[in-house]
């Protein structure tokens, strides 16, 4: 009897695992091996400070934000993941420059928590792309407060004066309301893991769009994003787990926007 060490195999498992990631990835945290980027064609180290407001003052690591932590054994994929102990109120990010491309792409990570039950009463965003604030050049996925069950919904703004129609306030104004993804009774829970993809086109020209994925399907699409962004590459950050509560794991980001097809795969 013939015995091969898996060693022999080691450069097709390899050749079959790189076979899964799509073409176009920019930055990959796995958090298997630690806190910073594995993969980054920018700055891979994470950061983190007592808000956004002091995003400057950032030091390397999880030192600022006494409520999250890398967890070893909690992963989806190999052994580590972040974990949220508490409603996060500090800063924890990724720098964005050259780990994002800000016409097109693809973020792509997991969550898992129960929105309801894990959650305080506030709105949560588990992801920001934005040198500003939610609502001025700004791509994020947030869970609302009031709602049962809480409803997860996709937003993607541009130049904050270009859009709001009114003075009413971007949370009262049908100018954002109307530019949502909204998921009403999303699939979370506590037990297991969700997947989440966010595509971006041509943001900045009249033909701007994106799109809402949960594990593998395709939510809903944005309205046309027709407005420019004022995107400051080395102003712009990664943000993580606004007011979270729960686990956080392999954010990804790709140069273009992925294939359904292709981001079904991510979600395996």
């Not at 491309?101 to 992801?127: E, H, M, Q, V």
Request: hydrophobic share 40%.
């Amino acid at each position: 009897m013939i015995r091969l060490s898996l060693l022999a195999f080691a450069p097709l498992l390899l050749n079959f695992t790189v076979a899964q990631t799509p073409e176009g990835l920019l930055f990959h945290a796995s958090f298997d091996k630690g806190a910073n980027a594995h993969q980054a064609k920018g700055d891979p180290q994470l950061y983190s400070c007592s808000s956004y407001k002091q995003q400057d003052t950032a030091t390397p690591g999880l030192a600022a934000a006494p409520n999250v932590k890398l967890d070893p054994a909690a992963g989806r994929h190999g052994s580590g993941a972040l974990r949220f102990t508490g409603k996060n109120e500090n800063a924890v990010f990724f720098r964005a420059a050259k780990n994002v491309n800000f016409l097109a792409g693809t973020i792509s990570f997991w969550l898992r928590l129960d929105p309801d039950k894990d959650l305080a009463p506030d709105y949560c965003d588990p992801f920001q792309l934005t040198d500003q604030a939610y609502n001025d050049s700004a791509i994020w996925v947030d869970f609302t407060k009031n709602e049962k069950p809480r409803h997860f919904r996709l937003g993607v703004f541009g130049i904050l004066k270009s859009w709001q129609a009114s003075n009413l306030g971007p949370n009262i104004d049908a100018a954002f309301e109307n530019r949502l993804v909204v998921v009403q009774k999303p699939p979370f829970a506590a037990e297991q893991w969700t997947h989440i993809a966010i595509t971006h086109q041509a943001l900045g020209t009249p033909q701007g769009k994106a799109a809402l994925y949960v594990n593998g399907s395709l939510i809903g699409n944005s309205p046309a994003l027709s407005e420019p962004f004022a995107w400051n590459p080395q102003q712009t950050t990664l943000r993580l787990g606004i007011n979270y509560t729960g686990l956080f794991d392999d954010l990804m980001v790709f140069n273009r926007a992925l294939s359904a097809s292709e981001i079904q795969a991510c979600s395996r």
